[in-house]
C-alpha cells in the first residue's frame, strides 16, 4: 500500500513538473489523489479539454468523459459486428446493450444537472446527480454479471469496455462528492 501511494504521488508530481504548475492542474492533482481511481483521474481530467478551476467544473469534466465512453461503448454494441455466439450470449449482450443505454442517460441528465446548478436547490439537484451516477454504476455492474456463465472472447471484449467506463463513472461520482461537500462554494451560477 505504501509502494501505491508513493507511485501514485510521483505520477502526480511528475504530471505537474510536465504541465508546470497551476491552479487548475493544482486542483486536478488535490482531487484526483483520494479518487477510486487515481491514476486515471489524473491522466482523465488533466488532459480535458474544457475548464477545469473549480470542483464544479471538475465534476462536469468527470461526467463529460463518463458519457463520452459510455456513448462509445453503446454504440460498439448496437454496431453489426458484436454477435453473440449462442443464446446465452446474444441474451446477456442484448440487456448489456439496455443497461448501457440506461447509464448514457442517467449520465446526461446527471451533466445537465450540474450545468443548471443553483443556490437555492443546490442540495437537491446534488441528491439528483448522485442517484443518478450511482444508478449508471450499477447499469454498468449489471450488464458485467449477465456475463456470468458465459466465456470467450465476446464476454472479456465487453467485460473490458464496460470496466473501463464504470472505473471514470465511479470517478465522476467521488467528483460529484466532492462537490457536494464543498457545499457549491465555486461557482454555482455561470
Known sequence: MKIHFFILTLLLSTAASKRGAGAPQDLVRSSCVHASYPGLCLRTLSSYSGPAN??????????????????????????????????????????????????????GKTLGELQRLRG??????????????SAAL?????????FEGVNGKVK???????????????????????????????????
Not at 450499477?138 to 449477465?146: H, L, P, Q, S
Not at 469496455?161 to 465555486?186: C, F, P, Q
Request: glycine fraction near 4%; proline fraction near 2%.
Open 120 to 133: 437555492e436547490t443546490f442540495k437537491l439537484q446534488m441528491s439528483n446527480a448522485e442517484t443518478w451516477v
Open 54 to 107: 473549480t470542483p464544479r467544473d471538475l465534476a462536469q469534466a468527470a461526467v463529460k468523459v463518463s458519457l463520452t465512453r459510455a456513448r462509445k461503448v453503446s454504440s460498439y454494441l448496437t454496431s453489426a459486428g458484436v454477435t453473440g455466439k449462442n443464446k446465452k450470449e446474444r441474451g446477456a449482450l442484448s440487456d448489456c446493450v439496455e443497461q448501457v443505454a440506461s447509464s448514457v442517460d442517467e449520465l
Open 156 to 190: 472479456s471484449e465487453v467485460k473490458k469496455m464496460i470496466m473501463n467506463v464504470a472505473k471514470v463513472t465511479s470517478n465522476a461520482l467521488y467528483m460529484i462528492n466532492r462537490l457536494d461537500e464543498s457545499r457549491g462554494r465555486h461557482q454555482l451560477h455561470p
Open 138 to 146: 450499477t447499469n454498468e455492474d449489471t450488464c458485467v454479471d449477465g
